[in-house]
């Protein structure tokens, strides 16, 4: 495990860590041994780097009552990252762990400790008040069964000689939920929400210019999901990693095994985050949004695989003098966009990786031939294809609606795509405001793009815009010519 992996992934695991939880379990709760606790230390041993001689271990284990306290120390990673440019000031995380009579395990954190982290002439710090947590463990499946975590709030600052950083959050909760299914996939679904969330920059840029911004939400959320997740098989194919990452090569066939049914198709992840009431200051002045949501999701179904991502926003209100006079009208206030990658093979492209990874440690894990290899089989499945579903464009002078279709295939783009206006004239007078620089270069296309619309029976204009293998382009039927090679 390379030090700049650690320093990297540590202060980002150990904050999800930290939002992940659960209600207290109805089980009972085991006695705590010596034995018990050997036991954990061992554990915790095989899977994590061990420390450096006359280095302090990175997570010890002791008995205490009806609970295991489990104690992380940060500034044990200071030995684990010698030659990085980053260490932890003194810090302990300390978890009590409840063996439950149903053979689940019961995780308590009653508090943050407050991380400051040095690396070269950069300081950051992360703090929680008033932290509490507890998570319901099934080894069975080597995965959390639900969760729940609160915090009064926090903040989290950058330093650094030309550029200063603040985030801070008011009260914050998360939700964890998972069910499983016959097969030992896990379908898991987590939510975190924080309030009262704000930020501010102020220094300057590389090029010596001033930066000053800041800003704040009434909230804003994230959430991530898993559908058919193995997550046995993925523990098992960690601790084979962490049992041998000195010397791979002779388990290179039962790692590569484990890897295989984890990307097997059947997958997916999901993720998203979404926020209210957004205020921005800039120099021109304030910069408000009433809300927006981000949807991205990867389905690894074989040949029938998609990567797709949706967008939303609405009440964006630009300060005056930010834009050319007359501009306001044709600033989108409202925007639903959507669309699906599609053509690809996201489980072929995996096993392709998995079949050429070199775990000999003596080259490169995989190569660029390797590579080449990989992306060979992720499009497989071709052509690729770019579906825009129905979406939807608003402004005081704007509303139109437009879905499609982008396929691209041994090196010609083709596709169609459907705009549908209403009000195409008060679109027109709103460019007219823009002047008469605007006017001589946006009208006469505006005009030629009415002639050739199509008449909706609400009063709107429509287009069917086209172009096939051969670049030819027609709307609604009109051949226009080609498309640019």
Not at 275 to 300: C, H, N, R, W, Y
């Amino acid at each position: 495990m390379s030090a700049t992996f650690l320093r990297r992934a540590a202060p980002r695991a150990l904050l999800i860590a930290a939002l992940a939880a659960s209600p207290a379990a109805l089980a009972a709760d085991k006695p705590a041994t010596a034995e018990g606790a050997q036991s954990l230390q061992s554990f915790f041993s095989g899977l994590l780097p061990e420390a450096a001689p006359g280095e302090p271990a990175l997570v010890t284990v002791k008995p205490d009552g009806s609970a295991y306290v489990v104690t992380f120390d940060f500034q044990a990673m200071n030995g684990l990252l010698k030659g990085a440019p980053a260490s932890y000031e003194p810090a302990v995380l300390v978890y009590r762990l409840y063996e439950q009579d149903d053979g689940n395990w019961r995780f308590v954190l009653g508090s943050f400790p407050k991380l400051v982290v040095h690396s070269e002439d950069v300081t950051s710090t992360f703090e929680v008040r008033n932290f509490s947590q507890t998570l319901l463990f099934d080894p069975a499946i080597a995965w959390w069964l639900n969760g729940s975590a609160r915090a009064d709030g926090g903040v989290s600052t950058t330093n650094a000689p030309d550029l200063n950083q603040t985030i801070t959050f008011g009260p914050a909760k998360a939700e964890y939920a998972t069910t499983v299914g016959d097969n030992g996939a896990v379908s898991s679904t987590a939510k975190e929400t924080f309030s009262d969330l704000g930020f501010k920059m102020t220094g300057q840029s590389k090029e010596g210019q001033p930066v000053n911004l800041d800003g704040r939400f009434e909230s804003l959320g994230f959430n991530v999901g898993f559908d058919g997740l193995k997550t046995r098989k993925l523990f098992d194919a960690l601790s084979l990693v962490s049992a041998n990452r000195d010397n791979l090569g002779p388990h290179a066939d039962a790692l590569k095994g484990l890897l295989h049914e984890i990307v097997a198709p059947g997958l997916r992840l999901a993720e998203g985050a979404e926020g209210s009431k957004g205020l921005f200051t800039s120099p021109f002045g304030a910069i408000t949004l009433a809300g927006f949501k981000i949807a991205g999701g990867l389905s690894d179904a074989g040949p029938d695989s998609a990567i797709d991502l949706a967008v939303s926003a609405e009440g964006l209100s630009l300060p005056v003098g930010l834009a050319p006079p007359g501009a306001a009208d044709l600033t989108p206030s409202k925007i639903d966009v959507s669309a699906t990658l599609k053509g690809i093979d996201i489980s072929a492209a995996a096993s392709t990786a998995i079949d050429r990874l070199r775990l000999d440690g003596k080259d490169r894990a995989l190569a660029d031939e390797d590579m080449a290899k990989v992306a060979e089989a992720f499009l497989s499945a071709g052509p690729l294809r770019l579906e825009l579903q129905p979406s939807h464009i608003a402004a005081p002078a704007i509303d139109a609606d437009v879905q499609g279709e982008v396929n691209y295939a041994t090196g010609h783009v083709s596709g169609s795509v459907t705009i549908r206006m209403r009000n195409f004239d008060k679109t027109m007078a709103a460019v007219k405001n823009l002047g008469p620089e605007v006017q001589s270069r946006a009208l006469p296309g505006l005009a030629m793009a009415k002639g050739l619309a199509k008449s909706e029976s609400d009063g709107s204009l429509s287009w069917i815009i086209e172009v096939d293998q051969n670049r030819s382009i027609s709307v609604n039927g009109i051949p226009l010519g080609k498309a640019p090679g």
